[in-house]
């Protein structure tokens, strides 16, 4: 006993060879994913020069000849360039200026809710939609506003075809994006708010407070950094606004505001196999959400005493 | 004077505490119907005859009952094949993309492993940068394993955030006390990770599961670029019916009731398919629910 007391302080003394020995099994855990890692993540990485480069599978990336900027210049002079800039960003904008509370304001009104039954029923009714598919949430879309016979149609008493009208296609996105979404974005904000002192609630009873006063005053500062941690990881993925539902909910009539960044890269790189197109405009994006990125941190840190990176 | 009183009683005689029940019952109820609506409303539109629906005659209850459109969505050998392409990657991939996490997660929550900072650093670069579709592309098809099962889950590398949740959940709830007990008592690692972490961490294990589940069983985009149409998953096959609309060559020849009589099974498709891909994920999830909260907490703690 006593010479295992003394023994373990030199644990910590081991030299690092004898310490990475002791770890050998943990390193054979490691290899299988660090391996896929590099190939899959770090060799799509190395690939991203093709974007400055006349790709020839022939000669492979590095001897592929290098051309400079001339595929991004290719991409800022299309003509649809502005269109699909201004569509992603907007899209997502949207997506966050309108989603991004919901979750929040749902979480404070069932965390308040008393019936707990009824809590957990709304719960788990509100996380399912997060569990379906882009194409099965689409579908039930595409039927919902169909012209003749949609569920909206049939309630408003109306025959308009929304899929076609450019002015709604915004509207359809960020609203069914609520649906799916803001109960499964509830989880992170209840759990939080799960960990208040329940004495908080009873002292502030006691001084007559309502639930109104309740969710001001303990709930919402409770709240905050949470708030402020998930809007960085929203903010930050802004250019990467989700490619499936812009493609599927996109036809030929309303691509006036459906045109977003992550389509042309489909069409440009993976239909039209312009490998070295498609390459700079995925760079482009990932630019300008790693400044996102750096910036809304920055913001944060100012803010609050929260940080993501 | 009046004003100053009613607002005291209202405070403190428990009214305003009534009242805010009330709204908050409303409001739950609206948010439980808002949501739950839709969903009621394809299943009741698949049980019915699809011009009573375009009617407007199923917002409750189905109108002339029928299970035609399930028996289409059974008969269509393109669904079931898809249905099948869906099962077999969401096991394996499942299978594949828990194991990873775990193999992350275990060896990043040993605090005394050298290297451990540069690994973490190593798999959290891939969550904030990548080299994009086109470059992971060309590595899919450079590996050779393009249009093979592998290539529905190998480009997806490691859940880098889900490893990031289990490693917490193996550092803040297995008490480290046994984990040391146990490598006093000359336990290995691989012995601690097989016979203690992957036991006692059922929670967040079942937690990965269904994250992974639904991540694979939903997933279309990677078998559209990278499978042939023999192989697509069930959400790529939907896509004819769902986006496309358009009628299979079996589903024409099977009827003859000529183009009205095909137009009207192609609609009975669509809800029935809709119910058909979307229940086995709904069926699933509630009996994990409990865990969500734990799970996602655990990983927000220490991003």
Redesign the interface.
């Known amino acids: 006993m006593t010479a295992?007391a003394v023994a373990s302080p030199k644990?910590h003394r081991k030299s690092?060879g004898r310490?990475?020995a002791?770890?050998w099994?943990?390193?054979v855990?490691?290899l299988?994913?660090?391996v896929?890692?590099i190939?899959?993540?770090?060799?799509?990485?190395?690939?991203?020069q093709?974007a400055f480069r006349n790709y020839n599978p022939g000669l492979g990336i590095t001897g592929s000849p290098w051309v400079g900027w001339k595929w991004f210049e290719r991409f800022f002079r299309a003509p649809t360039f502005d269109r699909m800039l201004w569509n992603t960003v907007k899209l997502s904008l949207y997506s966050l200026l309108w989603g991004f509370p919901v979750p929040i304001l749902?979480s404070l009104?069932?965390n308040?809710?008393?019936?707990k039954r009824?809590?957990r029923?709304?719960?788990?009714?509100?996380?399912?939609?997060?569990?379906?598919?882009?194409?099965?949430i689409?579908?039930?879309l595409?039927?919902?506003l169909s012209p003749?016979?949609g569920?909206i149609n049939?309630i408003a008493g109306t025959k308009v075809d929304f899929l076609t009208e450019a002015g709604a296609f915004r509207t359809i996105y960020v609203a069914s994006g609520i649906?799916q979404e803001a109960?499964w974005g509830t989880?992170?904000y209840?759990?939080?708010l799960?960990s208040i002192d329940a004495s908080l609630y009873e002292a502030a009873k006691v001084d007559?407070?309502?639930?109104?006063q309740r969710i001001l005053h303990i709930d919402i500062p409770c709240l905050l950094p949470?708030i402020i941690?998930q809007l960085i990881m929203s903010a930050?993925g802004l250019m990467s606004v989700g490619?499936?539902k812009a493609y599927?909910l996109q036809t030929d009539l309303n691509r006036a505001t459906s045109d977003i960044i992550a389509i042309y890269?489909?069409e440009q790189?993976?239909v039209n196999a312009k490998?070295e197109l498609?390459?700079a405009v995925?760079?482009f994006?990932?630019a300008i959400?790693?400044v996102l990125?750096v910036i809304v941190n920055r913001i944060a840190k100012k803010f609050g005493d929260v940080s993501?990176? | 004077m009046s004003v100053i009183s009613r607002r005291?009683q209202?405070?403190?005689g428990g009214f305003?505490?009534r009242t805010?029940?009330i709204i908050?019952?409303v409001?739950?109820v609206i948010?439980?119907l808002?949501?739950?609506y839709?969903?009621y409303?394809?299943l009741v539109?698949s049980l019915s005859d699809p011009y009573d629906?375009?009617?407007?005659k199923t917002?409750l209850m189905p109108s002339q009952f029928t299970f035609n459109g399930y028996k289409a969505v059974f008969a269509e050998p393109n669904i079931m094949r898809g249905y099948g392409n869906s099962i077999l990657y969401t096991v394996v991939g499942t299978i594949y993309s828990v194991a990873?996490i775990y193999?992350?997660a275990?060896?990043l929550s040993?605090k005394?492993?050298?290297?451990r900072k540069l690994?973490s650093i190593?798999?959290i670069i891939?969550m904030?940068?990548?080299?994009?579709?086109?470059?992971?592309?060309?590595?899919?098809q450079k590996?050779g394993i393009m249009q093979t099962i592998w290539a529905m889950f190998?480009?997806?590398?490691?859940a880098v955030s889900n490893a990031i949740i289990a490693r917490n959940y193996f550092e803040n709830s297995i008490p480290g006390a046994l984990k040391e007990a146990a490598s006093?008592d000359g336990a290995?690692?691989?012995r601690i990770?097989f016979s203690m972490i992957i036991p006692l961490s059922t929670p967040i294990l079942s937690v990965m599961v269904i994250f992974s589940m639904?991540a694979y069983?939903?997933?279309?985009?990677t078998a559209l670029?990278y499978m042939t149409n023999e192989q697509a998953p069930l959400?790529?096959v939907?896509?004819n019916?769902?986006?496309k609309?358009s009628a299979s060559a079996n589903q024409a020849s099977m009827i003859s009731g000529g183009y009205a009589e095909l137009n009207k099974m192609t609609e009975m498709i669509?809800?029935a398919?809709?119910i058909v891909?979307?229940a086995p994920?709904?069926i699933?999830?509630?009996f994990v629910?409990k865990y969500?909260?734990?799970g996602?907490?655990a990983g927000?703690v220490k991003?």
């Open positions: 295992k644990v690092l310490r990475m002791d770890s099994q943990l390193y855990l490691l299988i994913p660090v896929i890692t190939v899959y993540k770090y060799g799509p990485m190395y690939g991203i093709i749902l009104a069932l308040q809710l008393r019936f009824l809590k029923t709304v719960q788990t009714v509100i996380y399912a939609p997060h569990f379906i598919s882009t194409m099965v689409c579908g039930m595409r039927i919902f003749s016979g569920l049939l649906w109960g989880i992170i209840l759990a939080t799960s007559g407070a309502s639930v109104f949470m941690l930050s490619f499936e599927l890269v489909y790189g993976i490998y498609g390459t995925g760079l994006n990932t959400n790693i990125l993501f990176v | 005291k209202g405070e403190l305003s505490d805010s029940d908050l019952i409001i739950s948010v439980l808002i949501v739950a839709p969903l409303y394809v539109a629906v375009y009617a407007g917002f990873l193999l992350v275990y060896p040993v005394e492993m050298p290297g690994v190593f798999f891939t904030y940068f990548g080299g994009g579709l086109i470059p992971t592309y060309l590595i899919v590996t190998l480009p997806g590398g490691v006093i290995s690692h691989f990770f639904v069983w939903n997933d279309w985009f670029i959400p790529l939907l896509r019916i769902l986006i609309s669509k809800f398919s809709i891909a979307a994920m709904l699933a999830y509630p629910q969500f909260e734990k996602l907490m927000a991003g």
